[in-house]
Nanobody
């Protein structure tokens, strides 16, 4: 089993940057692909980015390509999401996830474990 705890969400102005962190517990963390999803008010939870177990493959949603960067540190059992050039439409609760599989667009059905989420609010 993997337990996930996100942190780093806060209020930020448009154009700013933010780094989200996800701390994982469980001996199997390094064998999992990991991902970030987000859910805005009134919208479905959707894919943001994923990273393979070794960090070598990192697919992104089209809406964040070139602005967001996902990374992981298996020695620290952690996953990160660096978010630059933030826009008001990036406002959402961001969730860390341990994935059963991943693709260029990873559905929520691929998620094995969820974190509790962290709120990111981008003001215009």
């Amino acid at each position: 089993q993997v337990q996930l705890v996100e942190s780093g969400g806060r209020l930020v102005q448009a154009g700013g940057s933010l780094r989200l962190s996800c701390a994982a517990s469980g001996r199997t963390f390094s064998s999992y692909a990991m991902g970030w999803f987000r859910q805005a008010p009134g919208k479905e939870r959707g894919f943001v980015a994923a990273i393979s177990w070794d960090g070598g493959i990192t697919p992104y949603a089209d809406s964040v390509k070139g602005r967001f960067s996902i990374s992981r540190d298996n020695a620290k059992n952690a996953v990160y999401l660096q978010m630059n050039s933030l826009k008001p439409e990036d406002t959402a609760v961001y969730y860390c996830a341990a994935l059963k599989w991943y693709s260029d667009y990873t559905p929520i059905s691929a998620v094995d474990y969820w974190g509790q989420g962290t709120q990111v609010t981008v003001s215009s």
